[in-house]
């Protein structure tokens, strides 16, 4: 509620800076509640930052703790003729065998003419392509020009895709595209109705092949009693290997595919542990750090931060490290890459990680899933979204908040009130000395009269 200032006016007392004053003291309580709430959101935004990074370790732990994670297969190539791909049933091995044919397109191509009324003399013509398998499919233009021709071909389910091409002269040809590779996609295309074509009585469009459609074909084991070819339409060779497909690009001879275990991929799981873990201890670290500063007087002082003394920190970070520092089935996970200094940093020592992988990939991965494990059931005991601790205690936390938050503000009421009521004390003693002032200025100026009168 607005108040009106007197300041003044009859005792000449600085009322309004009387009353802040007067505030200032009555809001003391407030005031300690106001930096009370400012601490308690502060180690709640913390311990918030810190459950988000627990719980990111927790997924990756999930992650790398599944048996297929340490099963991922990469596979290679000797020569860029060749890309191969594994999938996820892919296992480890390597096969040899030379790229005889590469899978082509057949490409056809019309006469020359200056329009396409010299090429068809339909107007609409109907078009029909005869496939390799014997079928057939029609499409009609709208019109005998080059244009419309080539447009009603590509808008058709025809196999096939038309181009114009200007031949110089004033000239123009028809090219015509298979779009498949492979003797499968072979065709022929005709001016005329599919009963046309099929009596032979249609006009062939194509008439000139330029590329015939031809297969893909690889040798295994060639120049060996055991040699075997495989020839097929299409490029790839799906499943060549147990869960790996190749796709030949050109000729070449001695051609390598390999299939093994993806080490990038099993390391970045590890690292990527390592990691979330650095980040944890790092954000618990700095939330405990004490800090010594220097007075005015030149001594120095040291405060806590604003998680230190806190029980369920320490133990968290206690647990976690442990999670991820402890022996492995007997082993040190320094054995694996995982390497703790003489200040408790931990990191990741990617050489002998690999060296470990190559030794002994089952055991690394076995070794590896129980660390995720390990680390998942760790991160979930603080982070799991409905029973874990620090879950928990951050509710308990912010309910404290609101319930600051919730007294403040009824400070802010009373406190309202408590200044009202004090400026309508000092207006009323305004009022009152004024009307005193006037019943004095009234009796001094009577005085005055009376003696006037008896001097006279």
Do not use: C, H
Request: charged share 15%; no cysteine; hydrophobic share 40%.
């Amino acid at each position: 509620m607005a108040t009106l200032g007197i300041d003044g006016i009859s005792s000449g007392l600085d009322t309004s800076s009387i009353i802040s004053a007067l505030m200032q003291i009555e809001a003391g309580p407030q005031t300690l509640l106001s930096k009370k709430k400012s601490t308690a959101e502060s180690v709640v935004s913390s311990l918030q930052s810190i459950n988000t990074k627990i719980k990111a370790l927790a997924d990756a732990a999930a992650t790398a703790a599944k048996a297929s994670t340490w099963t991922t297969f990469k596979a290679t190539s000797s020569s860029s003729a060749v890309t191969a791909t594994a999938s996820t049933s892919a296992t480890a091995g390597s096969l040899t065998f030379s790229v005889d044919a590469v899978a082509k397109s057949q490409v056809s191509l019309s006469a020359s003419v200056a329009s396409g009324a010299d090429l068809v003399a339909d107007n609409p013509p109907t078009l029909t392509v005869k496939k390799a398998d014997g079928t057939y499919a029609s499409v009609t233009a709208t019109s005998n020009s080059l244009a419309d021709i080539a447009k009603a071909i590509n808008s058709g389910d025809l196999g096939v895709t038309a181009t114009v091409v200007s031949t110089g002269g004033g000239t123009s040809r028809l090219q015509f595209t298979g779009t498949a590779t492979g003797t499968d996609g072979a065709f022929e295309l005709y001016v005329g109705d599919e009963a046309a074509a099929t009596a032979g009585t249609a006009t062939r469009l194509d008439a000139s092949v330029t590329r015939a459609a031809s297969d893909a074909q690889i040798t295994l084991w060639k120049g060996t009693a055991e040699e075997q070819s495989f020839t097929q339409s299409s490029n790839t060779f799906t499943g060549l290997m147990t869960g790996v497909d190749v796709t030949v690009s050109k000729v070449e001879e001695d051609v390598t595919v390999s299939s093994a275990v993806d080490s990038s991929a099993v390391k970045s799981q590890v690292s990527g542990l390592v990691t979330k873990m650095t980040a944890i201890l790092t954000a618990i670290d700095a939330g405990t750090k004490s800090t010594s500063t220097t007075n005015s007087d030149g001594t120095s002082s040291v405060s806590g931060g604003l998680l230190a003394g806190d029980a369920l920190v320490r133990n968290m970070r206690s647990k976690l490290n442990e999670a991820m520092t402890y022996p492995i089935d007997g082993k040190s996970p320094s054995e694996y890459g995982i390497e703790v200094d003489r200040y408790g940093a931990i990191t990741f020592n990617e050489t002998a990680f690999a060296e470990a992988l190559a030794e002994d990939p089952a055991g690394v991965a076995t070794a590896m899933q129980s660390l995720a494990t390990r680390l998942e059931d760790a991160a979930d005991i603080y982070a799991d979204s409905q029973d874990g601790v620090l879950t928990q205690s951050l509710k308990t936390r912010q309910t404290e908040i609101d319930s600051l938050a919730s007294q403040i503000s009824n400070w802010d009421t009373r406190l309202a009130a408590r200044q009202e009521a004090l400026y309508a004390k000092f207006t009323a003693m305004e009022v009152t000395l004024s009307s005193l002032n006037s019943q004095m200025d009234y009796i001094t100026s009577a005085l005055e009269s009376l003696s006037t009168s008896s001097s006279k």
